[in-house]
């Protein structure tokens, strides 16, 4: 399975990882306090974490050929919970399994 992370800077970390879970917890099993968090996505669960000045954001997709579209997926709904913040920087990269 490929694993992807990105590590997005932004001093509201905490905020939009409760945001995000809570909008895709109508649709999607879902686990979070203020510091990290899970969704069960169908392609493959997203992990969330909150740090003082940055979420980091780690995709664990079963389907090779689906990873860049969940990585945009995960973007462009981060983005808009962020749209006062202008543009973040999603430097996604693959995690060695193990």
Same mark, same amino acid.
């Given at each position: 399975?490929?694993?992807?992370?990105?590590?997005?800077?932004?001093?509201?970390?905490?905020?939009?990882?409760?945001?995000?879970?809570?909008?895709?917890?109508?649709?999607? /099993?879902?686990?979070?306090?203020?510091?990290?968090?899970?969704?069960?996505?169908?392609?493959?669960?997203?992990?969330? /974490?909150?740090?003082?000045?940055?979420?980091?954001?780690?995709?664990?997709?079963?389907?090779?050929?689906?990873?860049?579209r969940m990585?945009?997926?995960? /973007?462009?709904?981060?983005?808009?919970?962020?749209?006062r913040e202008?543009?973040?920087?999603?430097?996604?990269?693959?995690?060695? /399994?193990?």
């Amino acid at each position: 399975m490929p694993i992807t992370s990105a590590r997005v800077a932004t001093p509201h970390a905490s905020r939009y990882l409760q945001q995000l879970c809570k909008h895709w917890s109508h649709k999607f /099993a879902v686990d979070f306090t203020p510091e990290s968090g899970t969704v069960a996505l169908p392609p493959g669960p997203l992990t969330l /974490a909150a740090g003082e000045d940055a979420l980091l954001l780690t995709l664990d997709v079963a389907d090779p050929e689906q990873v860049t579209r969940m990585q945009q997926v995960v /973007a462009e709904h981060v983005d808009r919970f962020a749209f006062r913040e202008g543009a973040l920087v999603y430097d996604w990269r693959a995690v060695e /399994a193990g």
